[in-house]
């Protein structure tokens, strides 16, 4: 199975807006994000990593598993700074996750990789947020 989404998920990353802390900062995939940087700049970060144990695969779990799911990611991500983060997309759909700062990209893909995560979406500050793929399959 081929481990890259296909084109409509890609469509789907690039039109989610990735809330970050409470909500005022946004970054879009390909899109520098000024709000982003300030919120960076606010927690003296370089960088932030948009990560989430929701909906593994990219297929739609139930809430309760999804929250179960992110509760053992939040407990993973104990030693590094993170914010709360929510994913809003298309026709009301939602994920909640993390805003992590300054994850080295190679732990981000790794941990969103066991968390059977497609792809995370990782932000420098002053550059436009990113896809990095896991090398895990979405579902058909």
Do not use: K
């Not at 992110?70 to 009301?92: C, I, S, T, Y």
């Amino acid at each position: 199975m081929d481990a890259h989404p296909s084109p409509e998920l890609m469509d789907a990353y690039r039109r989610t807006r990735y809330l970050a802390g409470d909500g005022g900062a946004f970054a879009t995939v390909g899109r520098r994000s000024g709000s982003i940087d300030a919120l960076l700049a606010a927690h003296g970060a370089r960088s932030g990593v948009f990560v989430t144990a929701w909906n593994p695969g990219s297929r739609t779990q139930d809430e309760a598993a999804n929250r179960a799911a992110n509760a053992r990611l939040q407990a993973e991500l104990a030693p590094w700074r993170h914010l709360p983060h929510e994913g809003v997309g298309d026709g009301g759909w939602r994920e909640e996750g993390f805003f992590v700062l300054d994850l080295p990209d190679g732990t981000a893909v790794e941990l969103a990789r066991r968390f059977g995560q497609v792809a995370i979406v990782a932000v420098l500050r002053a550059e436009p947020a990113r896809l990095a793929f896991t090398g895990v399959a979405p579902a058909q």
